[in-house]
């Protein structure tokens, strides 16, 4: 998880040929350096990824289908749900060409299309609109 020195969360992989032996050394180091080991078995996207990208997959899809603006969305999520971050904030955090990649992986990896990538964000993309790192995403920056 990033930024690792903030984070508490280790999503810890297993392979399948990891051990029983492998994976509690690895849950008792992830312990042991006081952070918060998850257990996942290797699938596109493990937990984390998986998770978040169907939340900004389908807040993009809100925006998309004019449901609600971008600020309504993150506000939900912020004022509702207790996220430090709202799906689009974080979105453009991440680097909206980063997201469009893991989307892909993921969709592909499972054959699912609820990972898709939404074409609002292959546009803004496209337009090299990546975020914060441009100065422009979803939001407008500096």
């Known amino acids: 998880m990033n930024p690792p020195k ?3 969360l280790v999503e810890v992989v297993r392979g399948e040929k990891t051990s029983d032996e492998t994976l509690s050394s690895i849950v008792g ?8 080991p998850a257990v996942s078995r290797d699938s596109p996207g493990f ?3 998986r998770l978040l990208f169907a939340l900004i997959g389908e807040a993009m899809r809100l925006i998309q289908a004019g449901v609600a603006d971008k600020e309504s ?3 939900v999520m912020k ?10 904030e974080l979105a453009d955090f991440i680097g909206l060409d980063v997201c469009l990649e893991i989307m892909r992986t993921i969709s592909d990896g499972l054959n699912d ?11 803004l993309v496209k337009e090299g609109k ?3 790192k441009s100065g422009e995403g ?3 920056y500096g």
């Open 6 to 8: 903030v984070m508490r």
């Open 29 to 36: 180091l992830v312990k042991k350096i006081d952070k918060t």
């Open 47 to 49: 937990i984390s990824n």
């Open 73 to 75: 969305i993150d506000t």
């Open 79 to 88: 004022a509702g749900m207790n996220h430090p971050m709202g799906p689009i």
């Open 113 to 123: 299309e609820r990972y898709a990538p939404p074409a609002v964000l292959e546009s």
């Open 130 to 132: 990546l975020g914060r």
């Open 138 to 140: 979803f939001y407008k």
